[in-house]
């Protein structure tokens, strides 16, 4: 239940430039912590020269780094936003692989941000050149092969590293469901709790469920949405979910929601779904899955859905191809890929699937974020309490990153409604998905 | 004004089986006329095989193929639509090619459908085996090259062909505002003017259009929409076309409606757009672009929309991606190109876009269609004496054909919302789309 700590690491981290070796995955820290300082001295130009490159190869974000020794580069003359690089070890390392080595920085208190962590990454995005236009790599590499690697057996221990770290760290910032994906606000002032109860009936009235039909649900989490439909539906579910955690804890709830016989809650990959049913549901799971995978996902949602079934599929993604950044993939969420549109085709295109609606709700996922991230500030004793002070840090950094990632563009929020192929049972319009009331005025 | 007719080709025509050559697009019957039919004799056993085989490579629809000599070959026991055959040189050639040759068949009369066409077309869609995934030829083809030859010379070329029949033909059977495209039902119980209409004012609504906005409009058809914009949102319009007769009677609508000061039609390719804008607006044309035309086209709408612009795109497309049929290329539309939405991403992704709302109007295309079909077929006395007999057959062909594709899902029809990569001036939600009311509650 407890991850890996920074002190692990410590052990072997070293100063130099070159790759840093360790053998288990989710070590925060992976550099010398901040105690171990090496004895102050004069930058040189020479460093304050390989920084400006850096900033330049950056795109110039209106940063302003400020050394060990007090001296300043500036990635732009109006910068105001202060880095602060504590020692020459981190500079080196920082010049060497800024996108990975940034966060182990961080998390190990050798480069710090005074001010606000979300806004200081934001101008960071916003700042970095785009290569938005495969090269001819890039396009063989999308038409022949794939990303990500999530095989069954590693797709279990991507799952397990981030899901079963404790229901109880969940319990202290997520809503009072455990709900672990964006919200839907429609009002932006709702609480984070009105929110998420609003997005899981959003997604049932995107799915237009009907008393009395059978949903399965692949990657369930901690099982809200299942419980949701079910109860205010009048829907079967059978729901999927590799972590032992999250499973245990969904049955729980069914059990005490009196839901059982309603609901399923299966500890399995998801390529393990068998049966028919009326319709497809997965949120916050394609992220896991790898483009690599999108077929075989399509092929399964093709197996299990009825001839006029109804499926949506919610997933971070891209405004164009490309990859996550190496510190989140490497400490935080290994095997995930959140993909573009043109990517995410590939489930639907050759399986013979229609797609009906596709809305982008980034802003949604920001203010989901923004509650996410005032509620973990607020536990922050707590949970160094739980863990330590690098696993605090690490998740600070996450949780701003996924923030400035949102409101800045990098990150996108699809929610993708379909049917088969020439399927007449279609939705006319989506005007019913606005109306006032619903079964309990969610909406 | 006038297109040619069946009666050119019928002195290129003849009955065997090898291409046809002919040097003008625009001939509608490509093969003898029905007034010329061989002598009637027995068909022999070998040619109900090769239909028998034909209905096999096009998947059994259950239609019935009767011969001239009463002889019948069935795709399906079940199967009631008739499909009559009227000669053994028309027997031959739709065996040789079908895609092509029904069309050119049923167009010189020698092949007929007693019952509803578009329900017959329809059957032939749904049974159709797919070839959704692509092969390698396919996938280089897709990553390395493109399709359609639509650069500027022959854009016009292909524009002229369909557009430039005559503005008095289309006034037969169009909405009294002349839109050729997909209307929005908000009720499916609508008038055609009506849901005309409320399709003008919801591209309105999807754009958030502003008073004192500035529009520029890719492919403006007779003008319907660039008028509504500037009449009903306050907004400035500048709106491109190639067809010099739709110009001509959009620059009179917009004098008789005393919009010239903020509406300008200007008669050129949107390669030619210059300036920026606060909103991008297409409908309809970007099936006429080619997919090897997107990246520049996304890079056109990159130059000329402002910073917190929005952009919409309303397009036919496709489940997956494959070419037009032969027959609608050839006489109908050259040029015409639907894309799968995978393919439609070309425009957006690579050129620093993020697509916000994609909705797909399939059904509302079927309607739009029915409606059309209604009103042609009430003026179709009108059009013979316009034209002739064999151009009536043809544009019913046409009609009866997309109503089948987009009531059997062969065809889509996706508007696409987007705005720039990390623009957070973006909706908070769709809800607005569908408030009551309006300027003049037209949804």
Not at 69 to 83: C, Q, S
Not at 272 to 298: C, K, N, P, Q, W
Request: some cysteine; hydrophobic content about 45%.
């Amino acid at each position: 239940m407890v991850m890996p700590t920074g002190s692990q690491s410590l052990r072997q981290a070293d100063d130099a430039v070159a790759g840093v070796h360790r053998g288990a995955a989710g070590s925060f820290a992976g550099v010398r912590g901040a105690g171990q300082r090496p004895l102050v001295n004069k930058s040189c130009l020479a460093e304050r020269r390989l920084l400006g490159r850096m900033l330049e190869a950056l795109g110039n974000p209106p940063l302003r780094l400020v050394l060990w020794d007090g001296e300043e580069v500036a990635g732009a003359l109006a910068a105001t936003v202060r880095v602060r690089i504590l020692d020459r070890g981190a500079l080196l390392r920082l010049v060497a692989d800024p996108e990975l080595h940034f966060g182990e920085l961080y998390v190990a208190g050798r480069i710090e941000i005074p001010g606000d962590l979300a806004e200081a990454i934001e101008i960071i995005y916003r700042a970095l050149p785009q290569q938005r236009l495969p090269g001819i790599r890039e396009k063989l590499v999308a038409a022949f092969v794939g990303a990500a690697d999530n095989a069954p057996p590693k797709a279990a221990s991507n799952i397990h590293h981030h899901y079963d770290i404790g229901n109880d760290f969940y319990k202290l910032w997520l809503d009072e469901r455990l709900v672990y994906t964006c919200a839907y606000y429609a009002d932006p002032a709702a609480s984070l709790e009105a929110a998420q109860l609003a997005k899981l009936e959003y997604v049932c009235r995107k799915l237009r469920l009907r008393p009395g039909e059978t949903v399965v649900e692949a990657g369930c989490g901690w099982g809200a949405l299942a419980l949701h439909m079910a109860r205010h539906h009048g829907v079967t579910v059978k729901a999927y979910n590799l972590s032992p955690q999250q499973i245990a804890y969904a049955r729980e709830r069914a059990d005490a929601e009196g839901l059982r016989q309603q609901v399923d809650f299966i500890e399995a990959d998801y390529r393990e779904i068998r049966g028919r049913f009326d319709a497809f549901v997965s949120v916050g799971m394609l992220e896991h899955v790898g483009t690599a995978g999108y077929g075989e996902l399509g092929a399964l949602i093709d197996r299990c859905l009825a001839a006029d079934g109804h499926g949506l599929i919610h997933s971070i993604g891209r405004d164009y191809p490309h990859g996550m950044n190496p510190w989140i993939t490497r400490h935080i969420f290994p095997g995930a890929c959140p993909p573009a549109l043109s990517q995410m085709m590939a489930v639907f295109e050759p399986n013979g699937f229609s797609v009906l609606d596709i809305e982008n709700l980034r802003l949604h996922y920001a203010r989901t974020l923004e509650h996410w991230q005032e509620r973990f500030e607020r536990a922050a004793g707590t949970v160094t309490a739980m863990f330590d002070e690098a696993f605090v840090r690490a998740w600070r950094l996450y949780l701003a990153g996924s923030l400035a990632a949102f409101r800045s563009g990098d990150m996108q929020l699809f929610q993708v409604c379909f049917a088969r192929s020439g399927c007449n049972r279609i939705p006319w319009s989506r005007r019913d998905l606005y109306a006032a009331g619903g079964d309990d005025g969610i909406l």
